[in-house]
C-alpha cells in the first residue's frame, strides 16, 4: 500500500503518540492504583493498632478479654464498609472472630512472620485484607490478626479509570491522525505549488525559473537548487545547440569548397596540372574534415570517460625533441627556432600519448599564432613543476582568455585570419589535462605572445 506523503507523516506522528499516550496511561494507572491501596493499608494499620491496643498475653497464651467493647460492637453491626477481624493463635486455631464474619473466617497464612496485604473475595465482598503477626516480649509469634475491609470502592474508581482510558485512547489517536494529516497536508503545500511550477518547465521554455518562496526554509533551499540545476541543464543545452552548429558550420565549409572545386573541375576538360592542383586542394580539405571528426571523436571518448591511461616518468625534454621535428616543416616555412631550454634530468610522471597531444596542440598553436622568424621558447620552472611555452604572436585578448578550452571557440583575431584551425585542440588539452591532474594556465597580451603553463602535480 503507497500511502501520499502527508498521511505517512500523520501515520508516523500518531504512532509515536499513541507510545507516548499508552505509556502516560499506564503511568497513571499504575499511580492511581497504588495510591488507592495505600490508602487502603493506611486504615488497615490503624485497625491493627486499634486491636493491639486490647490484646495480651501470658507466657505464650492469648488474652483477649481486654478488647475494647466499641469494637465488638461495632464489628457484629452490618455496615456499608464492614470491617472483618479475625485472631488465631500460633497453632492456627481460632481464637476470636468478629460477628460479621457470622460462621465464615478469613484467609491467612500461619507460616508468615511479618504483616503482608492482599485482595480477596470475601462472601461476594471485594475486600483488602491484611494479616499481622502477634509476637511477645520474647519474639516469640503467639498468633495473627487478620483484618479485612472492603475495597469495593477503590475498584470501581479504577475500572472506571480503565475504561475512560481504554476509550480515550482509540478515539484520542483518531483525532490526533486528522489534526496530523491536516497539518501536514497545509505543510507540503508548498511542495505541491513547487511539483506544479517544475512540471511546467520543459525543453521549450528551459528558461523560466520558480519562483521562490518568501521564507528562506528549505523549500526556498530546494527551489533555489532546481533553479541552479534548471541553469545548469540550459547552459548545456545551449551549448549542445552551438556544438551542432558548429560541427555543421565546420564540416560544412570543407565540404562547401570540395563541391565548387569538383564543379568547376568537370565544367571543361583541363590540364593534368591543373587536376593535380585541384584534387590536392580536395585532399586538403578532406583532411581537414578527418581532423575535425578526429577531434570529436577524441573530446566523445573523453566525454563518456572510456579512455585508460597509464601513467610513467616521461622525460619532458624528449618529448619536446620528438614533437619538434614532428613540426620542423611548419618551423622552417615561418623561419620559427624552438628553443627547449629543459634540463635533460627533468622527468614528469603522466601518461605519454595525453600528455604527447597536450604538448602537440600548445606547441602547434604557439608555431601557427607566432609571428614569422620570432622564436619559440620552452622552459621549466623547477620550483612550481611547471613547463612553459611562450610565444611571440598574435596574443589573445583579457576578455576571451575565459572561453580559450571552449569547444569550437576561436578568438575573433584567429578567426579573420588566415590561420586554419578548428577551436578544439584547447579543449581536448584541457581535458585530458584535466585527468592527468595538470592545471593548464595561460598569460597573453594582444600583438606581443602568449604563455601558456602546464603545473604538473607534485
Ligand atoms: P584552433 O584549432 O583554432 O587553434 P585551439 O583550441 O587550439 O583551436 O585554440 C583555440 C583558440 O585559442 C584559437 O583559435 C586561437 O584563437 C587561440 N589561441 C590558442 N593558442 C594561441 C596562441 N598561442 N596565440 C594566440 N592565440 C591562441
Known sequence: MSLRFKNRIALFNTAAAAITTLLVFIVLYLVVYYSAYRHLDSDLRMEQEEVFAGIHWKGDSLILELLPERLEKEHSQAEVSPVFLQVVDSKGQ???????LQDDHLLFADSLTSEIFINVDFAGNKIRQGQFPIINDTGKLLG????????????????NLLLTLCLAFPLMLLVFYLATSWAASHGIAPVHKLIDATGMISDNNISTRI???????EIHQLATTINELLDRIEKSLTREKQITADISHELRTPITSIRGTLEVLIRKAREPKQYEEKIEHVIGEVDSMTTIIDQ??????????????????IKLKELLLIIKERWSLRLNEKNIVLQIDIPEGVTVHADHG????????????????????????????????MFMIRD?????????????????????????????????GLAIAKN???????????????????TFSLQFPS
Open 94 to 100: 481460632l481464637v476470636f472472630r468478629s460477628a460479621n
Open 144 to 159: 495473627h490478626l487478620v483484618v479485612g475491609i472492603s475495597r469495593e470502592e477503590s475498584v470501581i474508581i479504577l475500572s
Open 211 to 217: 519562483p521562490l518562496p518568501s521564507r528562506r526554509d
Open 296 to 313: 570529436l571523436l577524441q573530446l566523445s571518448r573523453l566525454d563518456a570517460g572510456n579512455l585508460t591511461m597509464s601513467k610513467t616518468d
Open 354 to 385: 595525453f600528455l604527447l597531444i597536450i604538448l602537440e596542440n600548445l606547441v602547434s598553436n604557439a608555431i601557427k599564432y607566432s609571428q614569422p622568424s620570432q622564436p619559440i621558447d620552452c622552459f621549466w620552472n623547477a620550483g612550481e613543476s
Open 392 to 424: 611571440h604572436g598574435i596574443g589573445i585578448p583579457q576578455d576571451q582568455i575565459p572561453y580559450l578550452f571552449d569547444r569550437f571557440y576561436r578568438t575573433d583575431s584567429s578567426r579573420s585570419s588566415q590561420v586554419q584551425g578548428n577551436g578544439l
Open 432 to 450: 585530458l589535462a584535466g585527468l592527468l591532474q595538470i592545471t593548464i594556465g595561460v598569460s597573453s597580451q594582444t600583438g606581443t605572445g602568449t
